[in-house]
Structure formats: structure tokens, C-alpha cells
């Protein structure tokens, strides 16, 4: 990252305190950078962390329990605290990793399961549209024997006909409610969801390339 | 570095350290000089000049330099009070601290 990259982050960071005070902040760290000479631009934003942190920290202090001593503790602290975290976490990857090898049995049975619940959800979803749509399908023909038949019976027996066209009419409703069932399920939220899903794995993939 | 550096006595700092330009002095050199006498991020330096300042104990103004504007800060009147009592108050602290050290020491010097 160089000094420009910084400044344009930090005010990207900013964006949400007046335009006066990210305009005295940004002015401030554009003296910094100019002052400390382009010989030093580098050690300059090793020293000032990231554009994360500047931003978290006039914001600490716009809005924040202005500087009390928790904060101060936190930042005089946080060297320390990374190396032991960085030492921990080789401990924990030797340990996970022997962990993996034992249990790796059992670790094949989890997938396996994960995987069977999947393909299950999966065929039950798809399972549903087809119900919905055959039984458009059937509601539909229905209908059609039963209005045939109803105008047919009319000349028998006019109640007893209109009836059997009433009960046709009401299965053609139903058949429309079913078809707009599938049509919702298939071609709306089918593709809604595996936009969802696609969308939540690009952010934590996305989020994990950031750090 | 063992102990924590409190609001106050970081504010006490930073108004020592620009009272020693009576002309005013500037971000960078201003975060250089704290660091001299105390550890600290470079990036919480900024908030506190900004607070100082809305606080009228500091006051800038920008001079020309090297082609561009830089910003300087200078001490107000209110500020050089403020130090003043800071200062009162970190002797009486200091002292009281160093005298319970002092007595601990003493045996360590009659040996």
C-alpha cells in the first residue's frame, strides 16, 4: 500500500462523520505524509497501522467514551498481544491437524452426513415444485371433465349441472393457485436462494482475502 | 513500557511538548517529540490535537511551506493554564510516588 492507496481508504473510511472534520483529519495525515518525506512513506504506514485504525480512532474520539484508560490500555498492549497470538495459533494448527488424523473416521461420517442432509433438503424442495406443478396439472384436467360434464347435466338436471360446473370452476381457481405455487417456487425463489447462497460465500470468501 | 499513559497526562504531554515552539510546531514533528518520552500508535495523536483544539487549548493556522500549506499548532492562554495545573499536579503525584519508592530503597543503599 502506498501513501495515496492509504489516504484514499481512510477517507472511504470516514465517509459517515461531517465533511468538515474527515476534511481536518485527511488534511492532517496528507501533512503527516508530506512531512515525514516519501524516503519514509513506508515506515510511515507500518507506524500508523492501518487506514482501519486511524479511521477507528478519530471516530473512537468523535463519538466514543472519549479517551479514558481502557482505550489507552488497549493500543499500549496490542504489540504483545499479537506475537502471543501468532504463537498460539501454530500450536493450533500442529494440534487440529494431529486431530484431524485421529479422527479423520469420524470427521468422514460428519461430511457424509452433511452431504446426504443436502441432497435430501435439496430433493424435498425440488419434490415440493413437482407436487405443485402435477397437481396443477390434475386440478386443471379436472376442472375441464367437470365443466364438460356440468353443461352436459344442465339439460338433465339444471341444478345438479350447474353443480358439477360450479365444483369444475372452483378446481380450475385451485389449479391456478397451484400453478402460480410452482411458477413462485421454480423460477422466483429457486434462483432467489442460490443467489443468497452464492452472494453469503463470495462475503466470507471475500472477507478472508481482506485479512 | 510498563505504565499506561492516561488522557490527562497524554494531553499534558502534548501541551508541554507544543508550548516548547512559541511559534507553533507541526502534526509530524509534534508525534515525533511525544515519542521521545512515551510509547504510543501514531495514529492516536491525531484525535487528541483535534480535542485540544476544540477544547481552545490549541490553535492553528496554516503557514506556506516548501510550496504547500501545513497546519501549526500553538499553545492558547487557556492551554498554557491547563498545563500549568497539569504540571502542579503531576509534581505533587510524582513526588508522593517517588517518596514511597524512595523509603522501599533505602535498604537496598545501607547494604
Not at chain 1, 20 to 45: H, K, P
Not at chain 2, 76 to 104: C, D, H, M, P
Amino acid at each position: 500500500m502506498n501513501r495515496d492507496e492509504f489516504l484514499r481508504q481512510l477517507e472511504w473510511l470516514l465517509q459517515d462523520i461531517s465533511p468538515s472534520e474527515r476534511e481536518e483529519a485527511l488534511q492532517y495525515y496528507r501533512d503527516y505524509f508530506a512531512d515525514a518525506g516519501e524516503d519514509n512513506e513506508q515506515s510511515v504506514i507500518e507506524s500508523l497501522g492501518s487506514p482501519q485504525k486511524v479511521a477507528e480512532n478519530i471516530k473512537k474520539d468523535l463519538y466514543g467514551p472519549a479517551y479514558d484508560e481502557v482505550t489507552y490500555r488497549t493500543t499500549v498492549y496490542q504489540k504483545p498481544e499479537k506475537t502471543q497470538r501468532k504463537s498460539l495459533e501454530t500450536w493450533m494448527i500442529v494440534l487440529i491437524v494431529i486431530a484431524c488424523v485421529i479422527a479423520s473416521p469420524a470427521i468422514f461420517g460428519v461430511l457424509t452426513g452433511i452431504v446426504g442432509v443436502l441432497v435430501g433438503v435439496i430433493s424435498v424442495w425440488f419434490s415440493l415444485i413437482l407436487v405443485c406443478g402435477v397437481l396443477a396439472l390434475v386440478l386443471f384436467c379436472v376442472m375441464g371433465v367437470l365443466v364438460v360434464a356440468g353443461i352436459a347435466g344442465a339439460f338433465v338436471s339444471p341444478v345438479a349441472g350447474l353443480g358439477v360446473f360450479g365444483i369444475g370452476l372452483l378446481c380450475g381457481g385451485l389449479a391456478i393457485l397451484a400453478l402460480m405455487a410452482t411458477v413462485a417456487l421454480a423460477g422466483i425463489a429457486t434462483p432467489a436462494i442460490c443467489r443468497g447462497i452464492a452472494a453469503l460465500w463470495r462475503q466470507i470468501f471475500g472477507k478472508k482475502k481482506m485479512q | 513500557m510498563v505504565f499506561n499513559t492516561g488522557a490527562a497526562l497524554l494531553d499534558a504531554i502534548v501541551l508541554a511538548v507544543v508550548s516548547k515552539e512559541p511559534e507553533g510546531t507541526y502534526g509530524y514533528k509534534i508525534t515525533q517529540d511525544v515519542r521521545q518520552v512515551i510509547e504510543l500508535s501514531e495514529s492516536t495523536l491525531y484525535p487528541v490535537l483535534r480535542r485540544l483544539q476544540k477544547d481552545e487549548c490549541l490553535e492553528v493556522y496554516d503557514r506556506e511551506c516548501a510550496g504547500r500549506n501545513r497546519r501549526y499548532y500553538k499553545v492558547t492562554e487557556r492551554g498554557s493554564a491547563q498545563l500549568n495545573l497539569y504540571e502542579n499536579e503531576w509534581k505533587i503525584y510524582s513526588e508522593k510516588v517517588t517518596g514511597l519508592f524512595n523509603r522501599g530503597g533505602n535498604q537496598y543503599e545501607q547494604r
